[in-house]
Nanobody, 123 residues
Framework: VQLQASGGGLVQAGDSLRLSCAAS????????MGWFRQAPGKEREFVAA????????LYANSVKGRFTISRDNAKNTVYLQMNSLKPEDTAIYYC?????????????????WGQGTLVTVSS
């Protein structure tokens, strides 16, 4: 499966953004999906995950209550709605697909990755 992330940009603290991850090649419904981010000089970290059906989600503590992951399997797309953005949310955001339906939080669990989209939050 090929993944294409989009929707990043430059916003101010407190603003919102919605990231999209469009899949091609195989139905997205066969994968659990995750969003990760990587800030300059830091390791890639888990942000959110969603299971095959969209019925279960998991969030990093740093984004819980502000970010929402969702999916539309009919459109082969996963979303990350980001509200109340903070400067510390600045990073390249990556979507990833996991053939196991486990909503796992570690990078190496995911089989396919998108190219990333840059989110910059100014103070």
């Amino acid at each position: 499966v090929q993944l294409q992330a989009s929707g990043g940009g430059l916003v101010q603290a407190g603003d919102s953004l919605r990231l999209s991850c469009a899949a091609s090649g195989r139905p997205l419904s066969t994968y659990a999906m995750g969003w990760f981010r990587q800030a300059p000089g830091k390791e890639r970290e888990f942000v959110a995950a969603i299971n095959w059906s969209g019925g279960s989600t998991l969030y990093a503590n740093s984004v819980k209550g502000r970010f929402t992951i969702s999916r539309d399997n009919a459109k082969n797309t996963v979303y990350l709605q980001m509200n109340s953005l903070k400067p510390e949310d600045t990073a390249i955001y990556y979507c990833a697909a996991d053939r196991a339906n486990g909503m796992r939080t570690f990078v190496y669990a995911y089989d396919y990755w998108g190219q990333g989209t840059l989110v910059t939050v100014s103070s």
